[in-house]
């Protein structure tokens, strides 16, 4: 037990009470915010019309309905156009910005930093309405090109952190290292920088692809009926009709970010052995 707990193996009772009691408010809050999520999966496999409990039956007659209707699969189109786009843009934008912070010193750093992460503390509907102003006279709203590049300043913040940390643990002598030998610059970010902190740029598009994937509120603002996206059919879905084919498409969402996970937890690992942290 004490090992489980990371407990001193001289550790007094009040201590290991106070872990085992820590342990417990850990593991029951994990379930009130997993169990609701996870909830949804049985669900998805309904064979009834409606979302209720208990089941009457096993069925994948909403996975069919989801894959073979075109109204869901140009959402999942769409979703996944502006999310990969957006991503793109986002991590070039991101790790640039990131080495750009990082390299330079100067009285109004710590502001431009801010601004460059503000992003990911204004209320998403603050951004959407502002978006929707701003591209309105620009003729972009309505188009899946305005919703790429408001997922992409969205997206970007996550970028920024992610790469920053990790160039935390680079070394600069080994650019310099890289420019004594004749490299340029180009090519001592491409031989050098790039190999190191890429666990982190790989994590960053990874964050920033599901911050796009899954945004609904700008969207809703930014997008008609033939640009919906996956997350917005969804909720159009919820409002007028709600139907287990939308646990289905959250089941696959669900499925999504496990998988993204693990990839994210492999890079961090990764990257933890790449600075020598044991």
């Keep these: ?29 994990l379930a009130f915010l997993i169990l609701p999520i996870l909830v949804i999966i049985p669900l998805s496999f309904s064979s009834g019309s409606f979302l209720n409990f208990p089941l009457p039956g096993l069925s994948l007659r909403w996975y069919h309905e989801l894959l073979g209707s075109e109204r869901w699969l140009s959402s999942l189109r769409n979703s996944v156009v ?12 991101g790790t640039l910005a990131s080495l750009g912070l990082q390299r330079a010193r100067f009285p109004g750093h710590a502001l431009v930093m801010a601004l460059v992460i503000s992003p990911m503390v204004v209320p998403l509907v603050i951004v959407a309405v502002g978006v929707y102003f701003f591209y309105a006279p620009l003729g972009l709203t309505g188009s899946l090109l305005g919703l790429t590049l408001a997922h992409t300043a969205l997206a970007a913040p996550f970028v920024v952190i ?17 420019a004594s030998l004749g490299a340029n610059q180009t090519t001592a970010f491409f031989r050098v920088t790039l190999p190191i902190i890429l666990p982190g740029v790989v994590s960053g598009a990874l964050f920033a692809f599901v ?9 809703l603002f930014l997008t008609g009926p033939g640009e919906r996206t996956l997350p917005r059919q969804m909720f159009d879905g919820i409002r007028e009709n709600i139907s287990p084919v939308i646990a289905a498409a959250a089941t696959l969402l669900i499925v999504l970010s496990i998988l993204l996970m693990t990839v994210m ?4 690992r990764r990257s933890e052995r790449l600075r020598g942290i044991r």
């Excluded at 992610?162 to 890289?178: C, E, I, K, M």
């Excluded at 911050?211 to 969207?219: G, I, K, L, Q, R």
């Design 82 to 93: 502006v999310a990969i786009s957006s991503t793109l843009l986002a991590t070039v934008l």
């Design 211 to 219: 911050t796009s994937f899954d945004e609904v509120v700008v969207a």
């Design 162 to 178: 992610t790469v920053s940390a990790t160039l935390q643990g680079f070394d600069t002598n080994l650019s310099r290292a890289a």
């Design 265 to 268: 937890e492999v890079l961090r």
């Design 1 to 29: 037990m004490g090992s489980i707990l990371n407990l001193p193996p001289h550790a007094t009772g009040a201590q290991k009470a106070w872990h085992v009691a820590l342990w417990a408010l850990t593991a029951l809050v």
